[in-house]
């Protein structure tokens, strides 16, 4: 069932639990998508789990009114849901921009979370872009924005991918806020330097369920204590792709976080 709760400044953030009780699967989507795009994850999941899922502010049906847009606000914007549905115990998953957000959603939750899961984000912890590599980068955003983030999308996706999905994601995102959405891409990609240090803070179990391609620097990742899962024949949308295989691969990064529990 849909609810509103008020985040750090106000802002009205949408949600939903549903689901089983016990341990909560928080789902986390990324930049410019919204809650929606975990549909096709809920009712298995629900199965096993209590799910929550939420739009955070600027995306989906939550409000898009903030005046500063950065990982820690919408890590505010989580900590507030699972305060509000009365959650204790959490793994946090996030895909894309959401693994950065549930890094320091997990800082607001100390004693609350079991682990994380990312899903597609980071496939190497040992190099970041700087400040002005990350501007060189967003520079055709600000240009063309929605002509740049269509591509940027279409390119997500292996050649052989369903067109019409292609088409519906590329459409979505491209039709976003532009100013919440060139804030956050900025805000997101500067965020990579703080992960390291992060990861080494809160000391919690990560997996990351990655594409097979591009190749992941596993070495790098364990350094930093990330298992990591990967998933053939899929891009940057593993649960919208090929939902079945990724709500397996889900379940076994789930049972790595928390090993009481068996794999669906």
């Known amino acids: 069932m849909q609810a509103f709760i008020r985040s750090f400044d106000r802002a009205r953030i949408a949600y939903e639990v549903l689901g089983s009780s ?21 009712a298995p999941l629900a ?3 209590r799910v929550v899922r939420l739009d955070l502010a600027g995306h989906g049906q939550s409000d898009c009114e903030r005046t500063g847009w950065s990982m820690a606000a919408f890590g505010a914007d989580v ?23 549930v890094l320091e959603a997990a800082r607001l939750m100390r004693g609350r979370v079991r682990g994380l899961v990312w899903v597609d984000r980071y496939n190497q ?10 501007q060189e980068r967003i520079a055709p955003f600000r240009t063309s924005f929605t002509e740049t983030t269509r591509t940027f999308v279409q390119r997500m996706f292996p050649s052989r991918s369903d067109a019409s999905l292609i088409e519906r994601v590329a459409s979505h995102m491209s039709s976003a806020p532009e100013p919440m959405a060139l804030a956050v891409l900025e805000a997101t990609w500067n965020h990579g330097r703080s992960v390291p240090g992060l990861l080494a803070e809160l000391d919690l179990p990560v997996v990351a369920i990655n594409a ?22 899929v891009g940057h949308f593993p649960m919208l792709e090929k939902p079945a295989d990724f709500n397996a691969c889900l379940a076994r990064a789930v049972e790595l976080v928390f090993p009481t529990h068996t794999s669906m």
């Open 212 to 233: 097979e391609h591009p190749s992941t620097d596993t070495p790098s990742m364990r350094e930093h204590g990330v298992e990591v899962l990967l998933m053939p024949d």
């Open 125 to 134: 912890l040992s190099t970041f872009m700087s400040e002005a590599q990350v």
């Open 79 to 101: 900590s507030a849901v699972v305060s509000a549905a009365g959650l204790t115990d959490t793994i946090l998953v996030g895909h894309s921009m959401g693994a950065d957000v």
């Open 22 to 42: 016990g341990t909560s699967l928080v789902l986390v989507h990324g930049w410019c998508c919204d809650r929606t795009y975990w549909d096709l994850q809920i």
């Open 47 to 49: 199965v096993r789990w």
